[in-house]
């Protein structure tokens, strides 16, 4: 690993921790009993409206307050309370001290300089960690004339999310924020992202893109296809599914760090992690500009990743619904078919049937065997993660 301070960093005030904790020697701040899931609660500050969720009998009534972002509460099935904007409120900065940003960069020599210069003169108070995945042009030399930037590279091309997790192991600040390098972001974004994580009332929130920000054509039915499959795996909708501008409560993060991919799919898995773990989960509308230089997305074989992650995933956080699924799916049909020839024909119970309806048992059973490891494997989750060297 090859860490570079450039500058000296501004180093952070007030208090830290989000909630009240202890700090080992040499370990991250970490809250009391993280490994439980906290009970969620919704801050009434500035909603911009309550409506009627269909089955929940709220009532709906407008609110003239300054709004505030899309609200999860910490329970698998939460719902959403409010929708907001991103002007900030008059007398309620957020404390952009307690804030690190991870920027990942490969190769993205056309656009990191003005990126860092932006996001320093909107957030002069936070740590900045650019990670250098590997690249073959400038960006690096870049990074080294800007100021106030810490700045850790990779020795090879190791991919978005292996860049995403050293920088989250390298990020000081009990929350931390993903933001691209391409330009594509506004820094007031992010601000308006980060509030709801730095005043505790979110663990995580996603900044959701626009349609105008939908990317090129080719890629439409792809991201569809990967949206559609989240959220019948997921169980719920997910306004943007794979977008680059998240911030986190950091803590929370390093549990799951261990399941993040190094590729593309961090995004996606990232936001399934938190709402299949029950976590509170924010949207904020966000606005994406064009990038500035190429992509390095591999639309088919990151595309194939990701639903195979997605699976995984599920799989991980609800593995008796999806095995249950995949029996009953064999079962049902199996017995109907088996007691109809042999009941309306009285030729026996055939052959086929037999073995549809032995293999949907098996699953079925498999599906509770793997429910008892899926919750062993959740008691394992650990607040921090190995530190290997990039």
């Given at each position: 690993?090859?860490?570079?301070?450039?500058?000296?960093?501004?180093?952070?005030?007030?208090?830290?921790?989000?909630?009240?904790?202890?700090?080992?020697?040499?370990?991250?701040?970490?809250?009391?009993?993280?490994?439980?899931?906290?009970?969620?609660?919704?801050?009434p500050l500035s909603l911009t409206a309550e409506f009627s969720i269909p089955g929940r009998g709220r009532p709906w009534s407008p609110v003239s307050e300054t709004p505030r972002p899309l609200m999860r509460e910490a329970s698998p099935l939460g719902e959403a309370v409010s929708r907001g904007s991103n002007e900030p409120r008059p007398g309620a900065r957020p404390d952009l001290s307690?804030?690190?940003?991870?920027?990942?960069?490969?190769?993205?020599?056309?656009?990191?300089?003005?990126?860092?210069?932006?996001?320093?003169?909107?957030?002069?108070?936070?740590?900045?960690?650019?990670?250098?995945?590997?690249?073959?042009?400038?960006?690096?030399?870049?990074?080294?004339?800007?100021?106030?930037?810490?700045?850790?590279?990779?020795?090879?091309?190791?991919?978005?999310?292996?860049?995403?997790?050293?920088?989250?192991?390298?990020?000081?600040?009990?929350?931390?924020?993903?933001?691209?390098?391409?330009?594509?972001?506004?820094?007031?974004?992010?601000?308006?992202?980060?509030?709801?994580?730095?005043?505790?009332?979110?663990?995580?929130?996603?900044?959701?893109?626009?349609?105008?920000?939908?990317?090129?054509?080719?890629?439409?039915?792809?991201?569809?296809?990967?949206?559609?499959?989240?959220?019948?795996?997921?169980?719920?909708?997910?306004?943007?599914?794979?977008?680059?501008?998240?911030?986190?409560?950091?803590?929370?993060?390093?549990?799951?760090?261990?399941?993040?991919?190094?590729?593309?799919?961090?995004?996606?898995?990232?936001?399934?992690?938190?709402?299949?773990?029950?976590?509170?989960?924010?949207?904020?509308?966000?606005?994406?500009?064009?990038?500035?230089?190429?992509?390095?997305?591999?639309?088919?074989?990151?595309?194939?990743?990701?639903?195979?992650?997605?699976?995984?995933?599920?799989?991980?956080?609800?593995?008796?619904?999806?095995?249950?699924?995949?029996?009953?799916?064999?079962?049902?049909?199996?017995?109907?078919?088996?007691?109809?020839?042999?009941?309306?024909?009285?030729?026996?119970?055939?052959?086929?049937?037999?073995?549809?309806?032995?293999?949907?048992?098996?699953?079925?059973?498999?599906?509770?065997?793997?429910?008892?490891?899926?919750?062993?494997?959740?008691?394992?989750?650990?607040?921090?993660?190995?530190?290997?060297?990039?």
């Amino acid at each position: 690993m090859i860490v570079r301070p450039v500058a000296s960093m501004p180093r952070p005030v007030g208090d830290l921790p989000l909630v009240r904790g202890h700090q080992e020697p040499g370990s991250s701040w970490q809250a009391a009993g993280a490994g439980s899931t906290r009970a969620g609660r919704v801050s009434p500050l500035s909603l911009t409206a309550e409506f009627s969720i269909p089955g929940r009998g709220r009532p709906w009534s407008p609110v003239s307050e300054t709004p505030r972002p899309l609200m999860r509460e910490a329970s698998p099935l939460g719902e959403a309370v409010s929708r907001g904007s991103n002007e900030p409120r008059p007398g309620a900065r957020p404390d952009l001290s307690r804030l690190s940003i991870i920027i990942p960069a490969y190769n993205e020599e056309e656009g990191i300089g003005d990126t860092v210069a932006r996001l320093r003169a909107a957030c002069p108070a936070a740590e900045i960690v650019v990670v250098d995945d590997g690249s073959t042009d400038g960006t690096r030399a870049i990074v080294l004339r800007t100021p106030d930037v810490r700045l850790v590279s990779h020795r090879r091309n190791r991919g978005y999310g292996a860049a995403i997790k050293t920088g989250i192991r390298q990020a000081t600040r009990p929350c931390v924020a993903w933001y691209d390098a391409d330009g594509q972001h506004d820094p007031h974004d992010l601000v308006a992202v980060a509030t709801p994580v730095l005043a505790d009332e979110s663990d995580v929130v996603i900044g959701v893109r626009g349609r105008e920000s939908t990317g090129p054509l080719p890629r439409l039915p792809g991201k569809w296809l990967l949206a559609w499959v989240a959220r019948i795996v997921s169980g719920e909708p997910i306004p943007d599914l794979n977008s680059g501008l998240r911030c986190f409560r950091r803590d929370v993060l390093r549990r799951y760090l261990h399941l993040l991919p190094d590729g593309f799919s961090a995004s996606t898995t990232s936001t399934l992690m938190m709402l299949k773990g029950g976590h509170r989960v924010g949207y904020v509308p966000i606005v994406a500009r064009p990038r500035l230089g190429h992509s390095s997305v591999k639309m088919v074989s990151d595309g194939l990743r990701t639903l195979h992650l997605i699976v995984r995933i599920v799989v991980l956080f609800e593995a008796f619904r999806v095995f249950s699924v995949l029996g009953l799916a064999m079962l049902v049909p199996g017995l109907a078919y088996g007691l109809a020839v042999a009941v309306v024909r009285g030729q026996g119970f055939p052959t086929l049937a037999g073995t549809a309806v032995i293999a949907g048992l098996l699953t079925f059973f498999m599906g509770i065997v793997a429910d008892q490891v899926v919750e062993l494997r959740k008691e394992r989750l650990e607040p921090a993660d190995p530190d290997p060297r990039p």
